[in-house]
C-alpha cells in the first residue's frame, strides 16, 4: 500500500520552500525555488508547479498525494487568499484556486505563524497539547493561538496578531504605521534597533560597536552575549523581558498550557527563554502563575515551514 503525504508549500519574500511530509511528520524530500517578490502569484505557482512534479516523480512509486497545505505571509484561511503581503507585489489573490488549475485536491493555506502552530500541535513540542501559544521571533513577531484544539481566526481570520499588540505607544515606528507594537522589540529586527539604542547611551565597550546597522543580525549579537559581552547581554535582557510583559496579557486571553518559541531569534534558546519567562511570572495575574510553560520549538530546524504547511493540510484532512 502507498504512503499517504501531502505537500507542504511555505512562501517567503526570498524563497519558496515545499516537501512532502506524512501524517507523523516524516518529510520526503524538500527543495526550493526563488520566489522572486515582484512577479505575481500566477507566476510563482506557474514556476512551482513542474519542481514539485519532478520531486514528486522520484516517491510517486511508492507515496499518493492527498492534498496541499501553503503557508505565506497575510494567508486566510477562510477566503483562501493572501492578502496584500508585505514582501510580495500581490495585492490581494486567491491561492487555493490557483493551485486548483494544477490540482484536484484538498488544499488550505494560513499565516506562516498559524502553519507554525498546526505544526507544533502535530509534529512538535504542542503534541497532546489543546491549548498553546506559538510565537515565532523571525524580522517580525508573528503568533498562532490554539484554543481547545483549533486555531483561533477570528471573524476575518486575521485573529492572533500578538506582535501588533502594542508595548509603548510613543515607541518605535512600526512596519505597520504606528508606533510601539510589540515586534518593533522583541524579534530579530528589534533586537538589532536594542543594541543600536545601548551603543548609543552607553559607553560600554563592546565588539558590536565595529559592526554597521545593516551588517548586524541576531546571531552576531547572540555570538557576543555568549561570549560574555555585556552589552549584547543587556540586549537580549531588554528583548526577553518586553517579550515576557506582552505574552502575560496575551495569557490573561486564552490561559495557554504552553508558550512555545519558534524562529532565527528563538535559536538563542536560555538566552531570551529565560529572561521572557521571569518576566512572564512577574507580570502574570495570580491566578496563572507558575502555570505556563515557556518552551523552544519541537520542530527539526530547516525544515520546520515545510512541516507546519504540511501539517495544517493534514489538520484538514484529519476533520
Known sequence: MKTEVTLGVDIGG???AFGFVDIDGKSYGSSSIPTKPQNSAADLFARLHPEVEK???TIADTHVLKGI???APNGNYYRGTVENPPNLNWGVVNVVEILKQYYNLPAAI???ANASAIG???FGAAKG???FIVITLGTGLGSGVVVNGELVYGSDGFAGEIGHTVYDPAGRQCGCGRRGCLETYSSATGIRRTVMELLASSNEESALRNVSYNDLDSKMIYSSAIAGDKLAKEAFEITGK???LK????VAVTSPEAIILFGGLALAGNMIIDPAKKSLEENLFHVFRNKVKVLPSGLPEGNSAVLGAAALIWNEIKK
Open 247 to 250: 505574552l502575560a496579557d496575551a
Open 14 to 16: 526570498t524563497n519558496t
Open 120 to 122: 507544533e500541535m502535530l
Open 55 to 57: 520531486l514528486f516523480a
Open 110 to 112: 494560513t499565516n506562516d
Open 129 to 131: 497539547m489543546k491549548d
Open 69 to 71: 497545505g501553503v503557508g
Open 242 to 244: 518586553i517579550l515576557g
